[in-house]
């Protein structure tokens, strides 16, 4: 079995292709699962259509251990999420009762209540996941695991996921600050790289108290080479007239 354990996270929905609501929940939900041990690899934004969801899904659970999608699980027209899951599994979509009976708390007019029982609907065979705000619960299918859009919710949803999920090997990244430009060290941090390829190195350049300047950071499973690569870099920062600050070890 592999050490690492890999996740895709799709985010669904029109409102965010559109730029009328900005995504926060990819950040999210990287770095939670990061600490779990789950590395999300990929991640794409798609629009609230059945084909490009129901084809998204059925790439992404085939190539990842773990799919995690938001959006789509409200009460209108638009969020088909469900029915998508339902259809990539060739299942029946039915009425939760547990989700029924959450809904049906509120008292509210008929017509009112029938659009809110659409959050009910889930892919026959589904697990559900919790929902600690107190409305509709998630629910998961295999590998994929279907949340709502909202921020607050999906966080909550997530948190009680905690030590269900398989685990693999933390990533933890080093970062070093140097007042440098890239190109000045690019062709060292490549020689860097290959003779560390356990880890990867990446380049971010800044502006900061009207100097210009570089982040080095090392990301890695492994913390003896993690520290072995960025001693490397931060001779090689030295090496190129400047003093490195080493902004220390994060997960």
Known sequence: MSDTVTACVLIIGNEILSGRTQDVNLNHLA??????????????????????????????????????????????????????????????????????????????????????????????GATLIDNPTGGPQGFAMHNVYVMAGIPMVMQGMLSTLEGKLRSGLVVQSRSIRAYLGESTISQTLGEIQNRYQAVDIGSYPFFREERYGTTLVVRGTDPTVIDAAATAIMQAVIDAGETPEDLGTNV
């Not at 990061?34 to 085939?62: C, K, L, M």
């Not at 999420?81 to 979509?93: E, H, P, R």
């Open 31 to 124: 770095t939670t699962l990061g600490g779990w041990g789950i590395q999300v690899h990929e991640a794409r934004v798609i629009p609230d259509v059945a084909e490009t969801i129901v084809d998204s899904v059925n790439e992404a659970r085939q190539r990842f251990d773990y799919v995690f999608t938001t959006g789509g699980i409200g009460p209108t027209h638009d969020d088909i999420t469900a029915v998508c899951i339902a259809q990539a599994f060739d299942v029946k979509l039915i009425e939760h009762p547990e989700i029924a009976a959450r809904i049906k708390q509120r008292p509210t007019p008929d017509d009112v209540m029938a659009s809110r029982l659409l959050m009910a609907r889930v892919p026959e």
